[in-house]
């Protein structure tokens, strides 16, 4: 079953893939496009972590189980693919390109 796993990029590691839960990449994808701010000064880490924290479906983020992780791994997927990018200076703000 291809259709329960995504591979996902990583910025800091060009060329390296991982295979995560398709499901839970869709949903926190979702949520961090919805949450993050278009252009610059964009959003700290912290912040993004509490905004998309509402907006996940409780079945695959009890309580917000997990959801930090989550936030790091499409963070990294998203930037590797130019789809986000990170301010240079701290504290490392986020936004939608």
């Known amino acids: ?9 990583n910025v800091n590691h060009p060329g390296k893939t991982e295979r995560v839960d398709a499901a ?3 949903a926190m994808k979702t949520a961090m496009l919805a ?20 907006k996940l479906p409780d079945d695959l983020f009890p309580g917000g189980s997990t959801s930090g992780w989550w936030v790091k ?11 986000i990018a990170r301010e240079k200076s701290p504290p490392v703000p986020l936004y939608r390109v």
């Open 73 to 83: 791994c499409v963070q990294l997927d998203l930037e590797a693919k130019g789809v």
């Open 35 to 54: 949450v993050l701010p278009k252009g610059s000064p964009g959003m700290k880490v912290s912040d993004l972590q509490e905004g998309v924290k509402p």
């Open 24 to 26: 839970k990449y869709k």
């Open 1 to 9: 079953m291809a259709d329960d796993k995504v591979i996902v990029e």
